[in-house]
């Protein structure tokens, strides 16, 4: 009979992952899971995984009795990587101010910019492990973490430097994007530095060998549609492949209930039947590092049902990275908990995910496994017990957003 690294059992409610339809979850009552050498060994009713798994045997136990178990959440769109302090915004937006009068003042973006620019690599890891530890004690063990506060090329090959040293200090599994089309630099005319992204920081970015991804800020007085297509269009060679397997629309209710905006429809996606993820957004003027908020939010203001908000923080979001089961990424499970999946998982102190959903404003999250790890317990972050990113033997290396 095999012995686990770790047995999870007696949970009230085990979040496996997708079910039958495209928006269901598949759920066990009174669930267990085993986990070795970083990936779940077995999954089902705690009688089951328990007598093959037996918990007296394990290396570590816990007992999740009353609790909800999930999949880590996967959190699909981040500016996690900034400095400087834009608090004055947060009073301005109170006040009535709206971004565009907010930057014609002055603050936004540009002042971010200028603040990344005068930080050296190492305080701007410094900066983004202090946002990731907040993170993963929401439960958070995957994100994408954009540039796009340096807006020239040495900068954004700095920020993107920085998200992946970061990447092998923290349990927190980051996904690069560039984004030199965040906004357009003081004093530049606007096709001219979309000129420079695409002949100039692009092809450097692409030599760096970093970012996963490319974005663009696609927003009336930023980037027209024409301009984030030229983009874009010169990230990816056979762009139409993409295309034509479809996109994974990620929507961020944080930032509507962050800058007092509208919230997206979400009724489209829904009808067309597509994947449905949720991002927080997280950037100096939108300070939501809680994906179980983000899934209250996508509830009570977006109108979503608790099983397709949190799969929208699970499975899908790992959909929209190209991770997870399902995708043309990597196959390691990301956003599920099954046999063979990277063991990434939450356990929430509530006996449902609807209960998850229903509980705004509280963190409720009480352990955390990142590959397998115990990273979080009893609500404190652990990362002495991390043992680094599997392929590495590196531990240290000291509806439209508005960011």
């Not at 669930?31 to 093959?52: F, K, Q, Y």
Request: charged letters at 25%; aromatic letters at 4%.
């Amino acid at each position: 009979m095999p012995d686990a690294d770790l047995v999870v059992h007696g949970a009230a409610e085990l979040v496996v992952g997708p079910g039958e339809g495209v928006r269901d979850l598949e759920l066990v009552e009174d669930g267990a899971l085993a986990v070795e050498n970083g990936r779940v060994a077995a999954v089902g009713p705690t009688d089951d995984v328990c007598r093959e798994y037996p918990p007296e045997r394990a290396g570590k136990t816990i007992d999740a009795t009353g609790r909800t178990v999930l999949p880590g959440f996967v959190d699909p769109h981040t500016h996690a990587l900034f400095a400087g302090d834009r608090s004055d915004e947060f009073v301005a937006r109170i006040e009535g101010k709206t971004y565009t009068e907010i930057m014609e003042a002055g603050g936004g973006i540009p002042v971010t910019v200028e603040a990344v620019r005068e930080t050296g690599e190492d305080e701007l890891v410094d900066a983004l492990c202090e946002q990731l530890d907040v993170l993963l004690a929401h439960g958070t063990t995957t994100a994408e973490v954009k540039s796009g506060y340096g807006l020239d090329t040495e900068t954004e090959l700095r920020m993107l430097a920085a998200i992946e040293r970061a990447d092998e200090r923290h349990p927190v599994d980051l996904v690069p994007t560039f984004m030199g089309a965040h906004a357009v630099p003081e004093d530049t005319d606007t096709d001219e530095y979309v000129d420079s992204v695409v002949e100039e920081q692009l092809p450097a970015v692409a030599e760096q060998g970093i970012a996963q991804f490319c974005d663009v800020f696609c927003e009336a007085g930023v980037f027209d549609v024409e301009q984030s297509r030229r983009v874009l269009e010169a990230t990816v060679e056979d762009a139409r492949a993409l295309a034509d397997a479809g996109v994974v629309p990620t929507l961020l209710p944080a930032t509507a209930f962050a800058l007092g905006e509208a919230y997206a429809d979400p009724e489209p996606f829904l009808d067309a039947g597509t994947p449905l993820a949720l991002g927080s957004d997280l950037n100096p003027s939108c300070f939501v590092h809680s994906m179980p908020f983000v899934v209250s939010l996508a509830c009570l203001r977006m109108g979503l049902k608790p099983e397709t908000a949190v799969r929208g923080a699970t499975h899908d979001a790992a959909l929209a990275l190209d991770r997870g089961v399902g995708s043309d990424g990597p196959a390691d499970g990301t956003g599920t908990l099954a046999e063979g999946t990277v063991a990434d998982l939450v356990v929430v102190e509530l006996p449902s995910h609807v209960h998850m959903a229903a509980n705004a404003g509280t963190n409720r999250v009480d352990t955390v496994l990142a590959d397998g790890d115990l990273v979080v317990a009893d609500g404190r972050v652990l990362l002495e017990n991390w043992e680094g990113p599997a392929d590495s033997d590196a531990t240290d290396g000291d509806g439209g957003e508005q960011a």
